[in-house]
């Protein structure tokens, strides 16, 4: 249903009915804020502390109304008299969700659908995604919102989480710097961030209850390492709350986390609100340091009470009160912006097609099948060539006004597309579609099983093609998991149909390609070997079907990487036995025993192979490392790391190399190999070289070591590995830490409410 918000100085008259002194009544920017808090009544007070209820419908207001705009998440009160502004806060990842045809209003909004955050991840490049979060920010300063509810940094602890598609990696230096750098682009134009979900929510499996049992190594480490990088570097005006349980408390309700984290140990400034309808105690909320509720229902009668009660310390609605006034004075809103309902969406789109052509990855070209050679006519096989998934649903959607399919983007570019096969695709789609119920048609495509072909069907292609390309989609989002079977892996239709085509282009001595536009990890192993190329374009918004042509036919050439792996089997995954938790039928505790390692850190440690390695991609040119310098054999308070890359192939390209640290094991184990530096080069031509330089700071070789709460960096020797993926090591050199340092201790906070052993390289043993 369409809604269109309207607000009123409904407000106004709560605060006179309320026996006001009207003579000087403070105003938000011209008095100080305490002084406004001052003159609140504690009705306002406990209004301003929440959204407007659950579908903004609260106490529907009366009198004068202006709209505000429509398809937002949240709204905060507006109090008039105090000059106390509304403000909008709107999702989210991949692109402002608004609804593009707002209610009573003769105007259409359309949002430019960028690439989802595992796509921008996947391009190692962070002033791309500066650039994307630029425009993202854009659109949502000239539509009239004063926050953007992204980035979104969880850990892809598990390829099944339904979310994945909304995070960026299994790596939190990834998730950090890639958050970091989309809060600089956003932030850059006047509008805030909600920095999400703080902390561990990687499991949609009943998501609003389920107790995270995390060691404080492992959350130190893996979890709120991201989250610390973005605070840190970046500072976004929100910080939000996560649903989930973390060692037995809601992190809205949690201070150690709130207040003891985030605010003293990383100097966060900004307001801290909830997920929407997160939470089960408000003044546990207020307390915690958790300021604002979202969307704030019942909560409202409770805080009142509590205050009545005195059961709460008005003077921590006050603390929470002031830095929600912080936040308004800094929206554009406040200021009277006149926002234009118009940003440049043309322009908007080319950076979307841009980062969309940056982040995907060549999985595999065998004897050089891509760019195409000779190709003009193409036979595209699979329902979703001829739908394109540009991003996955639910707070991650994105209205956009049109995207071109895999089927439109040939045409685009002059190939010839097989008519009768783009036929029987065309009409499976329709009645797909038309058995749909009316909510359900948007999808329903997605969801649904792949259109068996036999061989004859595909035989008859081969005079129409020169080569067959076959697109496997995948869709997902919030609330709900990825099954294993018959979507982490492909379903038997899916297999035999790569297969068969395989078989019979390949009998006919002509190429096959595999396009993957997935929002997460699916297994490869079991069919990669049939076609000649594989592509992962993951989902990659509005201009993705774009990307994927210019990739294929070679006007770019890839230089996506992977920032996960990509595991042989779901059993080999470190969580797989425990996700998503116990007991399994109804989850109500997930213990992250895996620790530490997740993902390359458990695969290479472990020595479990994998599909596709972390950090792994290929190009059509080569690259060659060399000249590996540390400016120093002996680690003082920061080392450089400089080496050169250079193209030594035929075409031009963009190479992301990466630095591992191999740490000293000996009083604590850590990882083989972990990620602590990475770096995108510039467009190559054929023979130019660049030099990169990584710096590592003391941070960077410390461990966390849970029984002083403390980053330790061990002395010994350290390995630098330059590589060009996490197996793919192309330089290495040693320095030496003479004395182990404590880097920096702090609050020994989150332990576990249950015991949890985490995995040990000495259980293999
Ligand atoms: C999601 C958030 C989102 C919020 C507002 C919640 O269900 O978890 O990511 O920002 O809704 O739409």
């Not at 040939?410 to 597309?417: L, R």
């Not at 039928?585 to 458990?602: F, K, L, M, Q, T």
């Amino acid at each position: 249903m369409k809604k269109t918000i309207f607000f009123s100085s409904f407000l106004a008259l709560m605060g006179m009915a309320n026996g006001q002194n009207t003579s000087h009544v403070p105003q938000l920017g011209k008095d100080k804020v305490e002084d406004v808090i001052a003159a609140m009544t504690q009705q306002e007070k406990v209004y301003l502390l929440m959204g407007l209820g659950e579908n903004n419908w609260m106490n529907p207001p009366t009198g004068p109304t202006h709209v505000i705009i429509a398809g937002e998440a949240g709204l905060t009160w507006a109090i008039p008299r105090l000059g106390i502004t509304p403000t909008v806060m709107t999702d989210g990842p991949a692109g402002l969700r608004i609804d593009p045809h707002p209610e009573g209003l003769n105007i259409t909004r359309f949002c430019t659908a960028f690439p989802t955050a595992t796509a921008l991840a996947s391009t190692w490049n962070t002033e791309m995604v500066e650039n994307v979060g630029k425009a993202m920010g854009n659109e949502v300063l000239e539509y009239g919102s004063d926050v953007l509810l992204s980035p979104a940094i969880n850990i892809h602890r598990n390829p099944l989480s339904g979310r994945n598609f909304e995070y960026y990696s299994e790596d939190p230096l990834i998730a950090g710097k890639m958050g970091a750098a989309m809060v600089r682009g956003v932030q850059s134009n006047g509008v805030g961030t909600s920095l999400k979900h703080f902390v561990a929510n990687n499991i949609e499996t009943n998501r609003k209850t389920i107790n995270a049992v995390i060691s404080q190594r492992a959350l130190r480490e893996i979890y709120l390492r991201g989250f610390e990088t973005v605070v840190k570097e970046a500072q976004p005006w929100t910080v939000m709350t996560s649903y989930n349980r973390l060692n037995g408390f809601y992190t809205s309700e949690n201070y150690d986390l709130v207040t003891k984290i985030l605010r003293d140990e990383w100097k966060f400034q900004g307001m801290v609100m909830s997920d929407w309808w997160a939470g089960a105690d408000a003044v546990a909320q207020m307390n915690s340091g958790n300021d604002m509720i979202q969307p704030g229902c019942n909560q409202r009668e409770e805080l009142l009470r509590a205050l009545k009660y005195k059961l709460i310390d008005e003077k921590v609605i006050d603390r929470n009160l002031a830095r929600i006034l912080t936040y308004i004075l800094r929206t554009k809103r406040f200021s009277g912006y006149a926002f234009t309902n118009k940003p440049d969406l043309d322009a908007h789109a080319l950076v979307s097609r841009t980062a969309a052509s940056e982040g995907m990855v060549l999985l595999k070209n065998d004897k050089n099948a891509l760019p195409f050679n000779n190709v003009k006519r193409v036979a595209l096989f699979g329902k979703t060539s001829y739908r394109f998934i540009c991003g996955g649903t639910g707070s991650g959607e994105v209205n956009y006004k049109s995207a071109f399919t895999i089927n439109e983007s040939f045409e685009n570019y002059g190939y010839k597309v097989a008519k009768p096969l783009e036929t029987i695709y065309k009409s499976f789609i329709d009645s797909v579609t038309s058995k749909a119920k009316k909510e359900d048609k948007k999808f329903v495509v997605d969801f649904h099983p792949e259109l068996k072909l036999n061989k004859e069907q595909i035989k008859s292609q081969l005079q129409n093609s020169d080569v067959a390309i076959i697109t496997i989609g995948r869709n997902g989002g919030e609330g709900w998991e990825r099954q294993i079977v018959d979507n982490f892996y492909l379903s038997a239709t899916e297999k035999q149909l790569i297969k068969d085509i395989s078989e019979i282009y390949h009998a006919a001595n002509k190429k096959v390609i595999v396009v993957l536009n997935i929002g997460g990890v699916v297994a490869t192993a079991d069919w990669r070997n049939y076609p000649d190329a594989i592509l992962l374009a993951w989902q990659t918004g509005q201009e993705g079907a774009n990307a994927i042509v210019e990739i294929l036919k070679g006007k770019v050439n890839p230089s996506g990487k992977l920032p996960m792996s990509f595991p042989m089997e779901y059993s080999d995954v470190p969580s797989a036995k425990t996700f998503p938790g116990e007991p399994a039928d109804n989850p109500v505790n997930a213990v992250y025993s895996e620790g530490i390692y997740v993902g390359y850190r458990y695969y290479e440690s472990f020595k479990v192979p994998t599909a596709y390695e972390f950090g792994y991609g290929l190009s059509y040119t080569q690259f060659e490392y060399s000249n590996i310098q540390l400016s120093s054999k002996s680690f003082q308070n920061e080392l450089t790391v400089k080496m050169t890359v250079k193209n030594i192939g035929k075409k031009e390209g963009k190479e992301a190399v990466q630095l591992y640290l191999h740490a000293p094991n000996v009083e604590i184990e850590k990882p083989v190999e972990e990620l602590k530096g990475f770096a995108k080069t510039r467009l190559l031509k054929p023979g130019e070289s660049q030099e990169i330089t990584f710096t590592l700071d003391k941070r960077a070789l410390a461990s966390f070591w849970t029984n002083i709460s403390s980053w330790v960096a061990e002395k010994g020797d350290y390995e630098v590995r330059i590589g060009a993926s996490a197996k793919d090591i192309r330089l290495t050199s040693t320095f030496n830490l003479p004395e182990t340092v404590v880097v920096e201790k702090v609050n020994n906070v989150l332990y576990p409410n249950r015991p949890v052993t985490d995995l040990s390289i000495s259980d293999k043993k």
